[in-house]
């Protein structure tokens, strides 16, 4: 599991303290297995390592330094991910969530579809802020252990928070490493 980190706070636009999300990254112990598994899933993920003499001679290129440099993002063409609650909301909050999710469908190939059976997408409420998996990084992640967290989130979770969380997420879970979760 990853080291836990404090979620930093941040005044909304009423000036009340609002959750900020934060990347996860995998436990260095995970890096090199996750990197082969991203540029398994789409070759284009492998850094051009090739480049690095020319920018230092005599280094030395490890495993864990070619990991480091490896984007995570899904195949080109059409990716269908499965999405999973650990914690069993409603069937009108897991439609929502989805139908966030989904809006991703409007600028990238990639929908999200519920699954009970072995989803790659696990979401969880629990305390701890937002956060999310960059990508790929989804399999790595033991199959019991969320790959999302939306602390909190009900039906009366305001629809600007939705936009801006949920759909923030979602872009980290697809690979984009957005700076705000502002992004929708």
Known sequence: MSRARKTPVAPNAAGAEALVCTPRMLPRSKWVAAARNAVDVNPVNHPPIERLGLVQRGLVITHERIAVLTTKYWRAGSVKLT???LDNPST???RRILSHMNAWAKTANVSFVQSSSEPQVRI???LGGYW???GTDILSIAADQPTMNLQGFTLLTPESEFRRVVRHETGTRWGFRTSTCGAS
Do not use: N, T
Request: aromatic residues 24%; positive net charge; glycine residues 8%.
């Open 83 to 85: 999405v999973g609650f």
């Open 92 to 94: 009108f909050l897991r």
């Open 124 to 126: 969880a409420r629990a």
């Open 132 to 134: 999310s998996y960059v």
